[in-house]
């Protein structure tokens, strides 16, 4: 019982049911009245003191309320050996409070010794002997029910344990499948848009340029409105080229277990390949925990992505670093800036950006870089995960 409203009804029957006893063989005299006392003074003790010790104590504070409860008993049982019904409450309570097994099997032999001399003071030897008979019963069977009741209790706070742990596993391997599962179609569209869209596009480019050359040979005002018109149309596939390039860029999925160095290493590797914007990598921070890593990675995929569709930028820059207990992302450009564009408008994606970096703690810092171009900042707790787990340790070892 960990609510404190049943021991407050347990502590105030016993000590009616006492009471009640006491009643029964008027009249009543000094031996009755101390009985009452002592009743009373236990009840009050409860309430001031004991209901406090509710659910667990500690170990000190334990032994003196175990200590105080032990001499009430003995003292009752010295006035009426009825007051040792006191038992069916003292045992089950010094075991639920008990900080420790040993906190508990000492409580439980301070009631059995304030039991046995509550009898012997009471009848003499002859009483030490009923005392202790009485006493052992109950103690060894206080001890026996409380141990097997404690191995219960700690097997299934082991399940409960290994069932949370099964539950988080789950919930990661669920989140491995969910971006394993988003990975392979980000890579399954980048392959169609390159072996289909960019293919065709790289054609009617190649189309053109040869039209081209066939008009040039001949003359005439027809045939110079033609020309026109395939430069047009070239102009025109070259840019969708570059558009289909830069998403084939963007979606090709980048594998973060190799490294974030190697990961946006890569990253740069292909956008600028596709794209002919150039990109220079600086990332020296080692020893993050790996979901901070995927963070970092998609939001550096997301602002490359950025760069291609809005900045019309020539270069690029993707740098990491430490800041104290912060690991900071920084991607700059060196094209037309940002304007009016803020978070979650315009089309720029970073209202995801941001709510997937709020996940982890940190936050994103979006605005016009110096001189020119646009800044992306995105800056996470590096000591998010170590923390955690450090607290984890500490509430561990309270328990224990």
Not at 172 to 195: F, P
Request: hydrophobic fraction near 50%; glycine fraction near 10%; include cysteine.
């Amino acid at each position: 019982m960990q609510n404190v409203r049943w021991w407050d009804a347990a502590a105030i029957t016993v000590s009616a049911v006492i009471v009640a006893l006491s009643l029964i063989e008027p009249p009543y005299g000094p031996r009755d009245v101390g009985v009452w006392i002592v009743a009373g003074v236990f009840l009050l003790m409860h309430l001031l003191w004991g209901r406090r010790c509710v659910p667990v104590v500690g170990a000190r504070q334990h032994l003196a309320i175990s200590i105080a409860y032990a001499v009430l008993l003995a003292v009752g049982t010295s006035i009426d050996p009825t007051f040792s019904i006191l038992q069916a409450f003292l045992y089950p309570f010094v075991w639920s409070t008990a900080p420790s097994v040993r906190s508990a099997i000492v409580a439980n032999v301070l009631v059995a010794v304030a039991l046995v001399v509550g009898y012997t003071v009471r009848f003499g030897l002859e009483g030490l002997a009923t005392g202790a008979a009485v006493a052992a019963l109950s103690v060894v069977f206080s001890i026996a029910l409380g141990l097997w009741i404690t191995r219960i209790a700690e097997y299934g706070e082991e399940r409960a344990r290994l069932l949370a742990e099964l539950q988080a596993a789950q919930g990661q391997l669920a989140a491995m499948h969910r971006e394993a599962g988003v990975a392979d179609e980000r890579g399954r569209l980048a392959r169609e848009i390159h072996d289909t869209i960019a293919q065709s596009l790289t054609g009617l480019v190649m189309v053109a340029q040869r039209t081209g050359r066939r008009l040039a040979t001949i003359e005439g005002d027809a045939a110079a409105s033609a020309r026109d018109d395939v430069e047009l149309m070239e102009q025109m596939a070259r840019e969708a080229l570059t558009e289909a390039r830069g998403l084939v860029a963007s979606l090709a999925p980048v594998d973060p277990s190799a490294g974030l160095a190697d990961a946006l290493q890569r990253l740069a590797t292909g956008f600028e390949r596709e794209t002919g914007v150039r990109v220079s990598v600086d990332a020296d921070v080692t020893g993050l925990d790996r979901e901070l890593e995927v963070v970092l990675l998609r939001c550096a995929q997301e602002a490359l992505a950025n760069v291609r569709k809005h900045a019309r930028a020539s270069a690029a820059t993707v740098a990491v670093s430490a800041d104290g207990g912060e690991v900071v992302l920084e991607v700059r450009d060196d094209g037309v800036g940002p304007g009016d564009a803020v978070p979650g408008a315009g089309g720029f994606g970073l209202a995801g950006m941001r709510d997937r970096v709020a996940l982890v703690g940190g936050r994103l810092e979006f605005g016009p870089g110096d001189p020119a171009g646009t800044r992306l900042r995105v800056i996470v707790p590096s000591a998010r995960a170590d923390a955690a787990t450090r607290a984890t340790t500490e509430t561990e070892a309270s328990d224990a």
